[in-house]
């Protein structure tokens, strides 16, 4: 007791070396160094940053829909026909309008039947179909090629995704597989093209939502942003920063809009009771909702800069997985949209809005430009 009474000061200091040292080797571990700073630097944004109420929160629910390759899991995609306009029915947003479930689909696991059916389910007013790709060790030419083709055959087959108004151009918004995009992994799988984000420029994406991946190399620095990522086709991952998008400022022509979805952490979700599980928008068997969830995503307050009155929030699932299409057709998406009815659509201080990647897209533009009257 003498000794440590007497060096006390020695041992404040050893533990005040080893104590960074420690958490870094965690963050480390965890794959999640490179964007904790800018985490909590948007934490301490959100929390003195003006609001202006009410706030409008855009509810975006995209499905990495992979129903197979060979032979597609149709028994689940007519559940989903089934029972997701009888969830929706029960649901309105601000403007009286049904939630939105929106169905990327792989163009290697395209199938016609799975296409038909889910076109005929987005026609009735329940969502869209977009465009996700999952590849490896491609070519900038042949994933150009695909993206083109399959942009085509979902606009003149089955009348999904729409034309710009100016370029007459075939638009879509993107996923893409194992998230990572423009050869964001270390090792470059799952995708080989460093201008993957130029393609998708020119291909007619007008956003990418494949953000967060949360740990791991694929992940930006970039967090809990709406921005522009710029191409530089020499190297990879260039959308791990870009230019916010910004009220009254000019989109850059070249600049490819990034849509993400919240990344925190959860300290109401703790492993071994101490460290904080990692918060990705992923809704699925294993990473069910949570009011404390739902609440922490709308915390993130995903917003343009100069926007004090928007809430973007992007989450996403695996819909076509046997375990996630029970849980969310029988009881996730009830509790989802039970839940930001009763707390985030009171039309004073929030007001709820169901959105498509289109739709958000397209308020977005028009806040970007100043125009108030998106609806």
Known sequence: MEYFIENGWMVVFLMAIMMPVIIYIILKKKKIDH????????????????????????????????????QPRMDLVDLWCEKYPIIANRHMDCRGKKPQH????????????VVEKLSKLCHKGFGEVEIHLHHDNDTSDNTRQLLHNFKKLLFNKYALLRKDELTNKIQYAFIHGNWALDNSRKDGRWCGVNDEISILKETGCYADLTMPSGSGSTQTRTINSIYYAIDDPSKPKSHDSGIPMEIGKKAPEDGLLMIQGPLALNWW?????????????????????????IDLWIKQRIRMVGDNCSVVVKVHTHGAQIKNAGRLLDEYLDMIYSYLEK?????KKYKLYYVTPYELYRILKGIECGKDDQF
Not at 53 to 68: A, L, T
Not at 102 to 113: G, K, L, M, Q
Request: net charge negative.
């Open 343 to 347: 707390n985030y659509n009171d039309g």
């Open 102 to 113: 929106n169905f990327f689909i792989p163009i290697e696991e395209y199938h016609p039947d």
């Open 269 to 293: 979700k703790k492993k071994f009771g101490i460290l904080p599980h990692i918060e990705d928008a992923d809704v699925s068997h294993n990473h069910p909702p949570t009011p404390a969830r």
């Open 35 to 70: 964007w904790i700073v800018p985490y909590f630097i948007s934490v301490m944004k959100n929390i003195f940053s003006p609001k202006e109420y009410p706030q409008n929160v855009y509810f975006c629910f995209v499905d990495h829909f992979e129903p197979g390759f060979v």
